[in-house]
């Protein structure tokens, strides 16, 4: 059973800084694509940024520039730096992660459980 837990999330002033992780573990052959999204009150879930293996970047619009996405593929983890935050990115931001148990093995999407990030004075 793949675990995704998240952490780094709380509460900052606006123009501030706040660094996600994701740590995954748990019957892991293989992680492709990694991503965070995040979901605001009353809401649908966004991508703000996603990574492939090969560390190759996308980000939402309204994140470039102040977001950068990151991951440590031998430790099975993903960053997300976020800078010069505003009040609109407060959400409960999610990890995704795309997971092969084993070589034979299709691909499963996980997600963690959320970690909640406000951007207010």
């Known amino acids: 059973q793949v675990q995704l837990v998240e952490s780094g999330g709380g509460l900052v002033q606006p123009g501030g800084s706040l660094r996600l992780s994701c740590a995954a573990s748990?019957?892991?052959?293989?992680?492709?694509?990694m991503g965070w999204y995040r979901q605001a009150p009353g809401k649908e879930r966004e991508l703000v940024a996603i990574i492939t293996t090969d560390h190759r970047t996308t980000y939402a619009d309204s994140v470039k520039g102040r977001f950068t996405i990151s991951r440590d593929n031998a430790k099975n983890t993903m960053y997300l730096q976020m800078n010069s935050l505003k009040p609109e990115d407060t959400a409960v931001y999610y990890c995704n992660a795309n997971v092969a148990s084993a070589y034979d093995r299709p691909v499963r999407s996980w997600w963690g459980q959320g970690t909640q990030v406000t951007v207010s004075s």
């Open positions: 748990g019957g892991i052959f293989s992680i492709t694509t």
